[in-house]
């Protein structure tokens, strides 16, 4: 029975020695992979998840906005393995990205994200309020064969992100390291994945089939995947206005002000968000109290009464941010193994609040393309069939893209008579109610995403505005600001509608790229 006992233990501690070796062997083999770049190896991270052999991730994401964390959750709920490397994990503290349209709620909820504007104390907003010389009108959002929980939310921009990001690292198949990309991995014209240092510093490569560049306004690898053509039309300045009761509660506010607009919308039960647009590159100093100044002297004089004092007390506490106002259209590089999505890739005025709508519609239409997909790892093909992404954006895209250039140009103050008369032409017709307003209400929403509608309100205010100015006895100096009238309104809307693409954006029916099937693999 000894023997026994003692061969047995004998035979146990040589299996034993064997299976510790083996586990040695394979983990060498795993290091010597990553060191080597094997395309599907990553290392382990903080949240535990590690691949090896086939099982590395399916796509890289950069960045963990709005854009990056959104398509994380969706592509990771349905079943894709995603790494997702954002610079920043913090809560984010902005003053631009807190009001979400309709139209973009109804994206979050076909994404599955609804539940990421509950418990951070988001306001409903139900539409707008254009106020302007003393005179105001309420503009409802046409909300009657919806739910009645859609509305657009306004809300602080960080804790949205960061319900964003809760939900999307919820998922087991979804990576979330904080670290800053460098470079994409580029091969023979194709990006294999990206090059990266991760909170502590170390450098680190890892691979995909499919890289998503989503790092934001400040893109730096932008430049390899598009022609970026940025402007910078204005800055806006923000304060947070504490315990203040809005004219019009649940309501965007838009004063239209000299020499451009001014916004006002609820970010919580107890505090509203005024933004103040200042035309140009340059804004007052802070430093030597010009914007103080220039707030009180200029700005607060043109707001409604009932809004004043709190705006002044806002000013007085000194908490006053600026942030550039970028506008970039969408100019693609089709680029196998990589996209770009987000703010890295299209831009437009803030004024109307559409660049979350944008991102998370442009999420749909990338999601909708890609699930048919079992592999991505045919590159080539995957980025002729993704052409086809470029034009089924455009209805949404095109139609807020434009809306917010137009409408940017039309509200603001101008010494051109003729841009004056349009500007309250634009007032009045909006005042007209019903489809006069309805209508470039649920364009501005995203709930009606046609550009031909677009188009047709937007010349219809500019010959509402001649109507005017010719009844009831037309006169020679009439007829010619009527004529500069049309000539600015076209001016103005023409070269952003060049610039969006006019064939993809009125006939997209005519670009091969619509009708591309899906690779076979």
């Not at 990421?116 to 106020?131: K, N, P, S, T």
């Not at 670290?179 to 091969?187: D, Q």
């Not at 923000?238 to 919308?265: K, M, R, T, W």
């Not at 340059?282 to 220039?294: D, F, T």
């Amino acid at each position: 029975m000894t023997g026994h006992s003692l061969l047995a233990v004998i035979g146990s501690s040589i299996l034993a020695f064997l299976f510790i070796a083996g586990i040695r062997v394979r983990k060498t083999r795993r290091r010597e992979k990553v060191d080597a770049g094997d395309p599907f190896v990553t290392r382990k991270v903080q949240n535990g998840w590690e691949s090896d052999g086939g099982g590395g991730p399916d796509v890289i994401v950069v960045g963990a906005g709005v854009a990056g964390s959104a398509l994380a959750y969706t592509l990771g709920k349905d079943g894709r393995r995603v790494h997702i490397v954002e610079r920043d994990l913090t809560e984010p503290d902005r003053i631009v990205g807190e009001l979400l349209q309709p139209g973009g709620y109804l994206k979050l909820v076909e994404l599955g994200l609804e539940d990421c504007v509950e418990d951070i104390d988001a306001q409903r907003v139900l539409g707008y309020a254009l106020f302007k010389d003393g005179r105001n009108t309420k503009l409802a959002y046409p909300l009657e064969k919806f739910h009645s929980d859609v509305a657009g939310r306004s809300f602080h921009h960080g804790r949205f992100i960061q319900r964003m990001r809760e939900k999307a690292a919820s998922l087991p198949n979804v990576q979330l390291e904080q670290g800053t990309v460098t470079s994409l991995l580029e091969e023979n014209g194709t990006v294999k994945g990206v090059v990266y240092k991760n909170k502590a510093g170390d450098e680190f490569k890892a691979f995909a089939p499919l890289t998503i560049v989503c790092d934001g306004c400040f893109s730096n690898l932008r430049k390899s995947l598009c022609s970026p053509k940025v402007d910078i039309p204005s800055s806006f300045v923000g304060l947070i206005l504490e315990n203040c009761q809005l004219p019009f509660p649940n309501h965007g506010h838009v004063i239209l002000a000299d020499p451009s607009p001014i916004l006002f919308y609820p970010i919580s039960s107890s505090e509203v968000r005024c933004l103040v647009d200042v035309p140009g590159q340059k804004v007052p100093s802070l430093a030597n109290g010009e914007m103080a100044s220039y707030l009180k002297t200029l700005v607060a004089p043109q707001l409604p009464e009932q809004l004043q004092d709190a705006f002044i007390k806002a000013i007085d506490k000194g908490n006053i941010r600026t942030m550039a106002n970028r506008s970039m259209p969408a100019v693609p590089h089709p680029t196998p193994g990589a996209l770009l999505m987000g703010d890295a890739f299209n831009m437009r005025h803030p004024l109307t609040g559409g660049g979350m709508t944008v991102a998370l519609s442009d999420i749909a239409v990338l999601n909708n393309l890609l699930r048919p997909l079992r592999d991505l790892h045919d590159a080539p093909s995957l980025c002729k069939y993704l052409e086809s992404f470029y034009t089924l954006r455009k209805p949404v895209a095109s139609t807020i893209n434009t809306l917010a250039g137009a409408l940017y140009k039309v509200f603001s103050a101008s010494p051109d008579q003729a841009r004056n008369e349009m500007r309250q032409a634009c007032f009045d017709y909006l005042s007209l109610g019903g489809v006069f307003s309805n209508g470039p209400v649920s364009l501005l929403s995203g709930l009606n995403p046609r550009p031909l509608s677009l188009v047709a309100h937007f010349f219809a205010v500019a010959i509402y505005g001649v109507g005017r100015l010719l009844l009831p006895f037309p006169s020679l100096k009439r007829m010619w600001i009527g004529a500069r009238l049309i000539s600015g309104a076209s001016a103005i809307i023409l070269p952003i509608i060049k610039a969006e693409g006019v064939r993809q954006m009125f006939f997209p029916v005519t670009v091969p790229a619509y009708y591309r099937t899906p690779p076979h693999n």
